[in-house]
């Protein structure tokens, strides 16, 4: 199997730039490394190309391994033959592999095998070669007869167990099923049991595989998990079972008639079954694929949020009964003070809710307030607007999605930043903090607990988990880490970098041991490798040295250097390239860094919402034009938030005029776009909207 051939093809990319990928890949390189520093050997490829081919080629080795170890199983039970190991070489996929292993498996002995013990294999061979009819078949099975056959008939009927076996294993017939179930099978639900009428949507469900969107796959099979549907597969099984026919040459009528039978007891009692749990399988690892492809194409702009900077900020983590915790942090995210107030039912204590809040925002200069939006939340945006309403500060507020917040404030890391502090303040410093730097607080959460998927607890989690790790290391890695301000979590999604460095890289910082880049080189257990992995990556503001304020990496600071002499905005690239000695990617990027020393590449996307005055469902209607803000893209459209308390749905037909396969091709989370108002349903709480 020639791996790079087979990724070329797979993925439309260059085999010598993959060929490159794969040599940095196996010396250790991370994707991030890869993509930013290594342009000239990828043919400039993105963090989404390597990660494809790292992907892919995790496949295909696993299929080599899978190759020798069958190979392995084969010569030692001497059943190895030239033809056999070729077939095995030639086979690109897991699937086939164990269809050519099947016969040879270690497994509890079958019918067949019990066939063979009784000896009955030579009946088998006089029924397909030499009998012409039942007279004939029956007088050559007497001879098998004994105290586990008891008559010519039982004898016949366990001999094609051997047949019903063979035909099993053809791989041509398994495949013949596999084509029906991806083509023309198809998967219907009925009800069982559902009172709270949860699935009802799939009560009478039947549609084709192939048409199947992953988001019923996974609402299915919950609800199959729970009880509320039955669920099947229907297949075209005389069509089949004709084509499987086909595949067989007999004689005479007779054995025919026997090779139907055989066919059909193989199809139901060992292919059908087989093939349904394999297609089942092949379904829910599709559908798990397609969501967390939808959870990372979520997740990475969520991440990449505009930050607000130079602003502290108030952070209110709404409750009724136990009251809103509030806390302000300064600019940097360092936290000042906190209290806690009870301005909604049961208590409503507005007015003195008011005064204290005043008080805060006097004493710390706030002048945004970030607000939770889970439990009170409505209610308690109604007492912010009356709070901006009798301030004499310039006040607004953001809604901040809470997904994860509990979660991070009940953290080793949240009790580590914050010993002394309640669990429900931990909280509302986070809302503040998401604020002014979504990425540096989401980091501190597992990012399935964010909440910008679907079926994501219905999910493989050790496959979620690894997927989404990726996602946020590649988040963090776009943007860089500025020392100053950031969180062992934060730096420890660095190229290169893992836990233990990233506490001891925080540590040596606090200790004044970091100013420049190259100091990096001091942290215990940082060696040349990791430093050139990482250092690019690391932003030193205060570092007496420039560049190391920059995206250029340290092994290209010669070349930032010899550009001081240059106007970079009037560069003959190739010329220049060829004088300095370094590929054009390369230049292009070091002249886009020191144009903008330090610059934050999220400043680029659309800022963040806010407000100063609640809107509710009733103050919109049809055909109203108004500007939202992307909280979740699905398969089947986007859900808006429009500042009503509820997301309004775009489904992907109102998209555009043109046709769209996928919400992705136009939309990504945490994007700003202006809507229309088609339908509100104020009894269901659901609210239409079209990009049209």
């Keep these: 199997m020639n791996i790079t051939e087979l990724l070329s093809e797979q993925l439309n990319i260059n085999e010598k730039n ?43 080795r696993n299929i080599e391994r899978r190759q020798e170890e069958i190979i392995s199983s084969l010569e030692s039970q001497e059943k190895l033959t030239d033809e056999l190991k070729e077939q095995i070489l030639n086979a690109n996929s897991l699937t086939l592999l164990e269809d050519i292993y099947a016969p040879f498996k270690k497994k509890r002995k079958t019918r067949a ?25 029956t007088e050559f099975a007497k001879d098998f007869i004994n105290e586990e056959i008891g008559n010519p008939e039982i004898a016949i009927e366990k001999a094609l167990d051997i047949l019903a076996e063979e035909i099993s294993n053809n791989i041509d017939a398994r495949n013949i099923v596999r084509r029906d179930g991806m083509m023309r099978a198809k998967l219907s639900s009925t009800l069982k049991e559902d009172p709270e009428k949860i699935y009802e949507t799939y009560y009478d469900f039947n549609r084709k595989v192939k048409d199947i969107k992953s988001y019923q796959i996974l609402a299915i099979n919950r609800a199959e998990r729970d009880g509320a549907l039955s669920v099947k597969l229907d297949f075209s099984d005389d069509y089949n079972k004709k084509l499987i026919a086909d595949l067989y040459e007999v004689n005479n009528q007779y054995q025919k008639e026997l090779l139907n039978f055989s066919i059909d007891d193989a199809y139901k009692r060992l292919i059908l079954p087989s093939i349904t749990n394999e297609l089942r ?5 599709s559908a798990e694929d397609e969501s967390i492809k939808v959870f990372s194409k979520n997740l990475k702009p969520y991440f990449l949020q505009r930050p607000i900077k130079g602003k502290n900020v108030m952070g209110l983590d709404p409750g009724f009964r136990t009251g809103c915790k509030v806390a302000v942090v300064d600019a940097n995210g360092k936290y000042l003070d906190q209290t806690v107030i009870y301005p909604v039912e049961p208590h409503k204590r507005e007015a003195e809710s008011i005064k204290t809040l005043n008080e805060l925002i006097k004493k710390y200069d706030v002048n945004l ?68 730097d979504p990425m540096a607080e989401l980091v501190k959460i597992e990012p399935k607990h964010i909440g910008v998927g679907q079926y994501q607890h219905d999910l493989n989690e050790k496959k979620l988990d690894e997927e989404l790790s990726k996602v946020v290391e590649d988040a963090v890695n776009e943007v860089g880490v500025t020392i100053n301000n950031a969180s062992y979590k934060l730096l420890s999604y660095v190229s290169g970098l893992n836990l233990t460095l ?10 004044g041991e970091l100013i420049y880049r190259k100091d990096l080189k001091n942290v215990k257990g940082l060696g040349d490798k990791t430093y050139k992995l990482a250092a690019g990556f690391l932003r030193f503001p205060d570092s007496p040295e420039i560049l190391d304020n920059t995206g250029v990496h340290p092994e290209s600071y010669k070349v930032a250097k010899k550009l001081a002499k240059y106007d970079l905005d009037d560069l003959q690239l190739q010329t220049l390239s060829e004088d300095l000695e370094v590929g054009i990617p390369t230049l292009e990027d ?56 509820i997301d309004g749905l775009v489904h992907i037909s109102k998209m555009s005029d043109k046709f769209i396969k996928d919400p992705n091709e136009i939309l990504k ?24």
């Design 113 to 137: 095998d019990k066939a063979k013990e009784l000896g009955l294999e030579p009946l088998y061979e006089f029924l397909f070669n030499q009998a012409n009819n039942e007279e004939e078949a």
């Design 369 to 436: 307030i970030a607000l939770g939006n889970a439990t009170a939340s409505r209610e308690t945006e109604l007492f912010v607007n009356k709070l901006i309403d009798q301030s004499d500060k310039d006040l607004a507020y953001a809604i901040v999605n809470e997904a994860g917040a509990s979660v991070y404030s009940a953290s080793t890391l949240g009790e580590e930043e914050f010993p002394d502090l309640d669990v429900t303040i931990r909280g509302a410093i986070s809302m503040a903090r998401r604020l002014q």
């Design 281 to 285: 399988n092949f379904l829910t690892e």
């Design 502 to 511: 990233a506490k001891r890289i925080e540590e040596s910082f606090k200790n």
């Design 669 to 692: 989370n945490s994007d700003i776009i202006n809507v229309k108002v088609i339908d509100i349903d104020k009894e269901k709480s659901r609210i239409s909207l079209s990009m049209i």
């Design 590 to 645: 070091i002249i886009k860094e020191l144009k903008k020393p330090g610059r934050d590449p999220r400043d680029d996307n659309p800022e963040v919402l806010t407000k100063s005055e609640i809107m509710t469902i009733d103050d919109i209607k049809i055909g109203d034009e108004i500007k939202g803000k992307v909280r979740n893209v699905t398969d089947f459209g986007a859900f808006v938030d429009i500042g009503v308390g």
């Design 18 to 60: 993959i060929i490159n990928v794969i040599e940095l890949l196996d010396e250790g390189s991370t994707v991030a490394f890869i993509a930013r520093y290594r342009k000239e050997k990828t043919g400039n490829l993105n963090d989404v190309d390597i990660r494809n081919i790292e992907k892919n080629l995790n496949k295909l």
